[in-house]
């Protein structure tokens, strides 16, 4: 179990440290993962952006991701749902979390940092589905980065399976059998609020190169 997101990232670190002196672009998931990245950035000194991705709820239980769609609307949908699907709601959901999306990239005044030939890495706290990530990778990729990689936390084995066929390389640091929710191996997982997002990234913004 880890201590918290810190203690997570830091361990990311070590097992990413073959990768400082290769000035890698770290895109942090929010809003969660915000906090890691800078972590990951500062210890791989790297540069570090956001990429937003939402995951897409399920009707009446949203907490439970059928897939998910990217700023740009690529939208991915789980394998196991897609047939069951209906149109008119995915639509509604769709352009539900375009909109938070939106709005959170006017308040967090991301970098918008080219992946273009970069080596990048996407970090998160943990993966359920695996869903939002698949879309955040699959946007990226179409943005031909030299590399893509992912860092997790923690990730059930079908989920890990799932996102290494859309990386270049996938970095967990636990990988339980017995998985119900990314919380559930952390220790201090308090939310993250938009309000410190858009304060670390301001602090980013404003650190000496």
């Not at 559930?184 to 304060?199: I, K």
């Amino acid at each position: 179990m880890f201590k918290d997101r810190a203690d997570a990232a830091r361990q990311l670190a070590v097992r990413l440290a073959h990768l400082r002196g290769q000035h890698p672009l770290i895109l942090a998931v929010p809003r969660g993962a915000v906090p890691m990245g800078v972590i990951l950035a500062t210890a791989l000194d790297g540069d570090l952006d956001l990429i937003l991705v939402r995951k897409l709820g399920a009707p009446g239980n949203p907490e439970y991701a059928i897939g998910a769609v990217d700023e740009a609307g690529h939208v991915y949908i789980n394998p196991d749902v897609a047939a069951h699907m209906e149109m008119a709601y995915l639509a509604e959901e769709t352009a539900r979390q375009q909109a938070v999306m939106a709005r959170r990239r006017a308040q967090y005044g991301a970098a918008r940092i080219d992946p273009a030939g970069r080596l990048v890495v996407v970090v998160d706290d943990g993966v359920a589905t695996g869903a939002t990530l698949i879309a955040a990778l699959d946007a990226l990729r179409a943005r031909h980065p030299a590399r893509l990689l992912v860092a997790v936390g923690v990730a059930p084995p079908d989920a890990l399976a799932r996102l290494r066929a859309h990386a270049d390389e996938v970095v967990c640091l636990q990988v339980p059998g017995d998985f119900s929710a990314v919380g559930q191996f952390y220790r201090d997982f308090g939310e993250v609020r938009d309000d410190e997002v858009t304060a670390l990234l301001s602090a980013w913004r404003k650190t000496p190169d």
